[in-house]
């Protein structure tokens, strides 16, 4: 069974950084683009930034600037690196890996972002 496994949440203050870690099961290029994906308390998750297998990446208007996603092949590991937080940040951040027929998601990571 695929598995994703989120690391690298907790508790900082606006204008901190945190880096989030995605490690995959499975070899991260069998996957034709991995995602971030946040969802804050009574709201749609939604999707934070990709990368694609040919490695173009892609953010959502309110991150741009601040966030980045990067990728460890060897480790097999995606990466999501804030900076610049903000308390509307907070939430729980989701890794995303797409099939050629399925999502795969792992169980997510909080972040907390407050004085």
């Known amino acids: 069974q695929v598995r994703l496994v989120e690391s690298g949440g907790g508790l900082v203050q606006p204008g901190g950084s945190l880096r989030l870690s995605c490690a995959a099961s499975?070899?991260?290029?069998?996957?034709?683009?991995m995602a971030w994906y946040r969802q804050a308390p009574g709201k749609e998750r939604e999707l934070v930034a990709t990368i694609t297998r040919l490695g173009s990446r892609n953010y959502t208007d309110s991150v741009k600037g601040r966030f980045t996603i990067f990728r460890d092949g060897a480790k097999n590991t995606v990466y999501l690196q804030m900076n610049s937080l903000k308390p509307e940040d907070t939430a729980v951040y989701y890794c995303n890996g797409k099939g050629n027929y399925d999502d795969y998601w792992g169980q997510g990571t909080q972040v907390t972002v407050s004085s």
């Open positions: 499975v070899t991260i290029s069998s996957y034709n683009a």
